[in-house]
Antibody, heavy 126, light 107 residues
Framework: QVQLQQSGPGLVEPSQTLSVTCVVSGDSVTRSSVAWNWIRQSPSRGLEWLGRTNYRSQWHNDYEEAVKGRIIFSADTSKNEISLHLNSVSPEDTATYYC????????????????WGQGTLVIVSS | DIQMTQSPASLSASVGDTVIISCRSSQKISSYVNWYQQKPGKAPKVLIYAVASLQTGVPPRFSGRGSGTDFTLTISNLQPEDFATYFCQQSYRLPRTFGQGTKVEMK
C-alpha cells in the first residue's frame, strides 16, 4: 500500500521560501512510470495543480505557469522523498499543500491522482 | 488552460436520493476526466477515473459518464457517508485543472 507522509512548517513569513516534504512508502520516487505531483487548495483558488516531477534517467519537471520561476522540486532518493520549494511567497500562497502520485507514459493516456498525502496547511504571514 | 466548470456549486439531498453532478470542459477532452470526493480536513480521494472506471474499493452506487466536453457523476441511493464535496479534474493537457467543486449537503 502506497502512502505519502507530508511535513512542513505551518507558518512562513512573506518573501521567504515555503518548503514541504513528502516521504513515500510502498513505491519508489525514481520509478519511471510514475510522477509526483504537487497540488494546493485554498478557499479562494480551489484546487490548483502546481506541477510534477518524474525520474527517467534524470529528473523531469513540469511546472504550472503561474508559479514557474518561483517553484523548484527536489528529491532525496536515499530517503525516498520529494520536496516542494516555493520562494518569494506572499499571503496569496496561503493554502493546504498536497503531494500526490500519478502515472506517466510516453503515449498519452488518462492519469489520475492517487494516493494523496494528508496535506500541509501553510500560512504566509508576518 | 482547460477550464472545468461544475454545476451545481452545492445541493441538498436526502439519504436514498440519486444525485447528479455535472462538469463541462472548455474544450474536448475525450475520456480524460476523473472525479474525487473530499471530506472536511481530508485529502481528495479518487472515485472514478477515465470518465467511467470505478476506483478499487469505491461502491458501485458511484458512476460516471460523458464524452467530449460534458461529463456527469451520479450517486445512486445516497448514503450518510456520501455527504462531501466532489471535484472533477482533466488529465488531457497540462496544466491539470480541477472543477470548483460541488458540495452535497444533507437536506
Amino acid at each position: 500500500q502506497v502512502q505519502l507522509q507530508q511535513s512542513g512548517p505551518g507558518l512562513v513569513e512573506p518573501s521567504q521560501t515555503l518548503s514541504v516534504t513528502c516521504v513515500v512508502s510502498g513505491d519508489s520516487v525514481t520509478r519511471s512510470s510514475v510522477a509526483w505531483n504537487w497540488i494546493r487548495q485554498s478557499p479562494s483558488r480551489g484546487l490548483e495543480w502546481l506541477g510534477r516531477t518524474n525520474y527517467r534517467s534524470q529528473w523531469h519537471n513540469d511546472y504550472e505557469e503561474a508559479v514557474k520561476g518561483r517553484i523548484i522540486f527536489s528529491a532525496d532518493t536515499s530517503k525516498n522523498e520529494i520536496s516542494l520549494h516555493l520562494n518569494s511567497v506572499s499571503p496569496e500562497d496561503t493554502a493546504t499543500y498536497y503531494c500526490a502520485r500519478s502515472y506517466i507514459s510516453v503515449i498519452q493516456k488518462p492519469d489520475w491522482f492517487d494516493p494523496w498525502g494528508q496535506g500541509t496547511l501553510v500560512i504566509v504571514s508576518s | 488552460d482547460i477550464q472545468m466548470t461544475q454545476s451545481p456549486a452545492s445541493l441538498s439531498a436526502s439519504v436514498g436520493d440519486t444525485v447528479i453532478i455535472s462538469c463541462r470542459s472548455s474544450q474536448k477532452i475525450s475520456s480524460y476526466v476523473n472525479w474525487y470526493q473530499q471530506k472536511p480536513g481530508k485529502a481528495p480521494k479518487v472515485l472514478i477515473y477515465a470518465v467511467a472506471s470505478l476506483q478499487t474499493g469505491v461502491p458501485p452506487r458511484f458512476s460516471g459518464r460523458g464524452s467530449g466536453t460534458d461529463f456527469t457523476l451520479t450517486i445512486s441511493n445516497l448514503q450518510p457517508e456520501d455527504f462531501a464535496t466532489y471535484f472533477c479534474q482533466q488529465s488531457y493537457r497540462l496544466p491539470r485543472t480541477f472543477g470548483q467543486g460541488t458540495k452535497v449537503e444533507m437536506k
